[in-house]
């Protein structure tokens, strides 16, 4: 045998903010979003594009999304195919839960405003492009669906139109296609610059082409082939795929069973019966608009900031031509997708669908009590707590600058219930929040568990896994999660967002 002369591997002498560097390049940094925050007045505006009729998870959805359309805007409901469904469309289906809507709604109506009526809805469902994937468009093939779009993206309104894709988006790009065709550059670009897209995976070939012929288009997906073969790593599963996926270590299953359901969901009048039994998962395609509810958190202001609906990081996923919204990130400074969080058995757990079941105790019963409004007068059902924070009352984000070492006292004292009930209070320091194009800080918190909390930011920019190999410069970021919770059935919680800008200590 040959002998061998060992050498000393090269990368051991290389300076450790060079390994740094290099550790980033390969794990593919995050990169700046164009548009930190969407900041705008009123309820987000919403189409959904949905193979419906496929399997029983796009009929659960809808039924969710039915109960919470007072706080939206809903402006069209397209049935599309899909990888799943390649040959037809459902529009039927959609207008047949529309009118179930519509026969609760009288009785919706003394719990919240703003129900729109199952007349203007079911006018809002059409058909969206009958074929399967890309080569179902074309200049002059648009359909109802797409006609919807355009109408939307159109109208003179400043606040961004969502596009909840719970199927195949080929009539999202067979508008963009006309629209193209048509328009000259820079009216296109002010047509991209008001869709915000939420995809359930790619569910045709539509998606990757869409991302690849308008890069500016903001778009949340964890790219896949439309098979379904890479579902198991997506966000969304986290909804409630903890069983079929096997990838819900740490989560809570209690309350997405079909005995819960059962028992929360179907039992209750003429819109619970319509909920199916799921196949193979609940409501697959929920997350795509979980995060829009007028809740506290505000995760439709920027994918990071997180929330029901999940949270994504931007950054250039292998395969895609620049930055989307998507999971990943650099493991080395830990801004990732991945929240870690503990997990029902006390034990921690670090993962992309933790970012949706950290939060399946409270949208689960959220659910459960818009049902009973469904059948129950407003005395005899549960309503959410109503929030106030150092005098700041209503949903809205707030924004507080802070020193490192200076202590920010928060006080939600002011807070009550609208039935009466007691209230528990839960800060904490969401440590994932908020890190695309900044740096993440760290925090003390004292009194979590009390109405009157105080943190003091201890550094700038924490540490990241190999210590002292970045540059900390300008301010920082830490967002503080303020959850109430009620003593009513089932418990509701209601949430306060606090972002503390952190600048460091200044010189005495």
Same mark, same amino acid.
């Given at each position: 045998?040959?002998?061998? #002369? ?31 925050? @969407? ?16 399997? &029983? ?48 709604? &009288? ?9 729109? =009526? ?7 469902? /059409? ?55 048509? %328009? ?31 890069? @500016? ?15 198991? !790593? ?45 196949? !193979?998962?609940?409501?697959?395609? *929920? ?29 250039? &996923? ?21 929240? *870690?969080?503990?997990?029902? @058995?006390?034990? =921690?757990? =670090? ?73 528990? !209070? ?34 700038? /920019? %924490? ?8 540059? /900390? ?17 089932? #418990?509701?919680?209601? !949430? ?13």
């Amino acid at each position: 045998m040959r002998a061998v #002369r060992h050498r000393r591997a090269s990368w051991l002498v290389v300076p450790l903010t060079a390994l740094a560097l290099t550790f980033n390049g390969l794990l593919g940094a995050e990169t700046r979003p164009p548009d930190p925050v @969407d900041d705008f007045q009123g309820r987000p505006r919403l189409i959904v594009i949905s193979d419906i009729g496929n399997e &029983p998870d796009d009929q659960m959805s809808l039924v969710r999304l039915l109960l919470y359309s007072n706080e939206l805007d809903i402006e069209a409901l397209i049935a599309a195919t899909s990888t799943w469904q390649k040959s037809a469309v459902h529009p039927e289906t959609m207008r047949a839960l529309i009118q179930a809507y519509g026969e609760v709604r &009288p009785n919706l109506l003394p719990h919240a405003k703003g129900w729109p =009526t199952a007349e203007e809805l079911a006018g809002r469902v /059409c058909a969206g492009q009958p074929g399967y994937g890309m080569a179902a468009t074309g200049v002059g093939k648009m359909s109802g669906g797409a006609k919807a779009i355009v109408s939307s993206v159109d109208r003179d309104d400043a606040r961004p139109l969502w596009i909840s894709v719970w199927g195949g988006v080929n009539t999202l790009a067979e508008a963009l296609i006309e629209v193209r065709a048509t %328009r000259s550059p820079a009216k296109v670009a002010r047509f991209v610059a008001k869709l915000r897209v939420y995809s359930i995976s790619d569910q045709d070939d539509a998606g990757p082409w869409i991302r690849r012929e308008f890069p @500016d288009l903001f778009y949340i997906v964890q790219p896949s082939g439309p098979d379904g073969g890479g579902y198991y !790593y997506a966000t969304w599963t986290g909804i409630s795929g903890d069983v079929f996926y096997r990838n819900g270590a740490g989560a809570d299953f209690s309350k997405v069973t079909n005995a819960w359901l059962d028992a929360n969901i179907r039992s209750k009048g003429g819109l619970g019966k319509l909920y199916p039994r799921f196949a !193979y998962i609940m409501e697959g395609d *929920t997350p795509s608009f979980l995060g829009l509810i007028d809740n506290g958190l505000n995760a439709y202001r920027r994918p990071d900031w997180g929330g029901w609906g999940g949270r994504y990081v931007y950054r250039q &996923p292998y395969g895609e031509t620049h930055a989307i919204w998507t999971q990943g990130g650099d493991v080395s400074s830990r801004v990732t997708s991945q929240d *870690t969080v503990i997990g029902a @058995d006390g034990g =921690t757990y =670090t993962s992309d669908q933790a970012t949706i079941w950290r939060w399946r105790d409270a949208f689960q019963n959220d659910f459960a009590a818009r049902m009973d409004w469904t059948i129950q007068d407003h005395s005899h059902a549960n309503h959410n707590p109503l929030v106030e924070v150092n005098g700041s009352a209503g949903t809205a984000p707030i924004t507080i600058d802070a020193e490192v070492g200076k202590p920010v006292v928060l006080d939600a004292g002011g807070s009550r219930d609208p039935n009466g009930q007691s209230l528990h !209070y839960n800060w904490s320091h969401y440590a994932e929040a908020g890190g695309t194009g900044t740096n993440l800080s760290s925090v003390t918190l004292a009194g979590a568990d009390t109405p009157k909390a105080v943190v003091t930011p201890t550094a700038v /920019c %924490r540490q990241a896994w190999l210590p002292n190999v970045r540059p /900390c410069s300008g301010t920082g970021v830490a967002h503080i999660i303020l959850a109430v919770t009620n003593d009513g059935s089932p #418990r509701l919680t209601s !949430y306060r967002r606090i972002i503390l800008i952190v600048h460091a200590a200044s010189a005495r």
